[in-house]
Structures are given as C-alpha cells and as structure tokens.
C-alpha cells in the first residue's frame, strides 16, 4: 500500500508541483494550503508523514508542529522552509519537526529525506518522535553506562548523574548511538547514517544543530563536557 503524505504549502506554484511529484513517486497526497486546514486534515485522516511550509498565514507550521507533538501525535514531520538561520532551524527542531529542507530544494533531496523519515518510524515500531519521553516509575530494561550518563534504551530515559535529561526521540538515538561507542570518535557520515538512515552531505548543519541542542541538555556548571567535535572527522563521548 502506497504511503500518505499530507503536505501544507501556502503558495500554489509549489504546492502543486510537489504534489505532483509526490504523486508520481508513488505516494497518496492530500495537500492543503494553510495551518489551519492541516491539523483538521491531520485529525480526520492521520497521514504517514506530513511536509509542513513554515510560513504560512494564520496558524504557520511551527505552530501545527506544536498542537500535533503536545497531542501526543508521532508522525514524522518535514519542514520546508526558506530560513537559513540557525537559530531557525533550532525552533523547527525545538517544535517538534524532524528534519527540515531549505528552499529552493531539489525533490530529489525531498524524497530522500521522506524515506528516512519513514524508514526510521517503521524501525522504531511506533517510538516517539521528537515528544519528551513519560517518566516510567523504574529502569525496565538493561542500562547503558558511560562517561557519567545511564541510559535505559527500552524506556527512553536518560540519566546524567540523578538528573533525568528530557530528551526528544532523536536526541536520545544520537545520545544512545554516541553512549554505545563511547571513546570512539564517529564521523558524520556514519552518524548521519545511523540516526536519519541518510547522509546529507557536509553543507548540512542538522547534525550540528541537534549535538548542539543535545550539550544544552547534558552540561551542568563546573562539570566536564561529554560530546567533543573531533574537526575535521565528527564527535565523541568521553568524560575528560
């Protein structure tokens, strides 16, 4: 069964051209124009993955991100925006979006990242996606140790020391992924592969913005730094 796409571009000219290609690469579109026919649409007929525009008139698609994860909804979401900031990028991250594409985009890199996104969601068999995990009342399965952090890979929880860290569905895989090689030093395109099933290549900043995102969470004041850039090459977990 082919899968849905239910994608919200306020202007015409791309709505269309992508639902077209959309539709000729295999998959069933509803594409609507605003934020507001989005969610209505994503409440009566849940989609596979929804590619949301950020900017869009009325509710935009940050804000169609925010209702959907604080719904309690794990569809993965594409944002397509045409701001290049990082700090943009980190809103999109931060409202729940798992991956974004900047315009003008080739859909060639589109259908790429839908893959990704689809093939994480089918691995994961129904994990979170980018939604704080609920507390459980104890560790249910085998911890993973290092460097000063626990993680219970079953639960999704994390721990870093007795602090619990809040993390989304992919910040806890690249924290997992980094725990599990700890002392190693990964390069991004191995990460890249591991954590979105897709290299994309090094002008992307997506992994810098959510390792970033992820030392936010983890350092404490007077405590050593877990996650090192290794220049040139990608990071590594140690505790120095």
Same mark, same amino acid.
């Given at each position: 069964?082919?899968?849905?796409?239910?994608?919200?571009?306020?202007?015409?000219?791309?709505?269309?051209?992508?639902?077209?290609?959309?539709t000729l690469e295999g998959y069933r579109?509803?594409?609507?124009?605003? /934020?507001?026919?989005?969610? !209505?649409?994503?409440? =009566?007929?849940? @989609?596979?993955?929804?590619?949301?525009?950020v900017m869009m008139p009325g509710i935009?698609?940050?804000?169609?991100?925010?209702?959907?994860?604080?719904?309690?909804?794990?569809?993965?979401?594409?944002?397509?925006?045409?701001?290049?900031?990082?700090?943009?990028?980190?809103?999109g991250l931060d409202a729940g979006a798992d991956d974004y594409v900047v315009k003008p985009f080739d859909v060639e890199e589109v259908?790429?990242?839908?893959?990704?996104?689809?093939?994480?969601?089918s691995e994961t068999n129904g994990a979170p996606v980018d939604v704080p995990p609920?507390?459980?009342?104890?560790?249910? /399965?085998?911890?993973?140790? !290092?460097?000063?952090? =626990?993680?219970? @890979?079953?639960?999704?929880r994390a721990w870093r020391g007795a602090r619990e860290l809040e993390l989304t569905r992919t910040e806890f895989e690249l924290l997992e992924l980094l725990v599990r090689n700890a002392g190693i030093v990964l390069?991004?395109?191995?990460?890249?592969?591991?954590?979105?099933?897709?290299?994309?290549?090094?002008?992307?900043?997506n992994l810098a913005v959510y390792v970033g995102y992820l030392r936010r969470k983890l350092d404490e004041p007077g405590a050593p730094q877990l996650i090192h850039t290794v220049r040139g090459v990608g990071y590594v977990l140690r505790e120095d």
């Amino acid at each position: 069964m082919s899968q849905t796409v239910l994608l919200a571009e306020d202007d015409r000219a791309i709505r269309h051209a992508l639902e077209r290609a959309l539709t000729l690469e295999g998959y069933r579109v509803t594409a609507v124009a605003d /934020g507001v026919e989005a969610l !209505a649409q994503a409440h =009566r007929t849940p @989609p596979d993955v929804l590619v949301l525009d950020v900017m869009m008139p009325g509710i935009d698609g940050l804000q169609v991100c925010r209702v959907l994860r604080a719904e309690g909804d794990r569809t993965p979401i594409l944002m397509l925006t045409a701001l290049v900031e990082t700090q943009d990028r980190i809103a999109g991250l931060d409202a729940g979006a798992d991956d974004y594409v900047v315009k003008p985009f080739d859909v060639e890199e589109v259908f790429a990242r839908l893959r990704a996104l689809l093939r994480r969601t089918s691995e994961t068999n129904g994990a979170p996606v980018d939604v704080p995990p609920k507390p459980a009342p104890e560790p249910t /399965g085998r911890l993973l140790e !290092a460097a000063g952090l =626990r993680m219970d @890979p079953q639960a999704r929880r994390a721990w870093r020391g007795a602090r619990e860290l809040e993390l989304t569905r992919t910040e806890f895989e690249l924290l997992e992924l980094l725990v599990r090689n700890a002392g190693i030093v990964l390069d991004h395109a191995t990460i890249y592969d591991r954590i979105w099933g897709y290299d994309f290549g090094p002008g992307s900043k997506n992994l810098a913005v959510y390792v970033g995102y992820l030392r936010r969470k983890l350092d404490e004041p007077g405590a050593p730094q877990l996650i090192h850039t290794v220049r040139g090459v990608g990071y590594v977990l140690r505790e120095d």
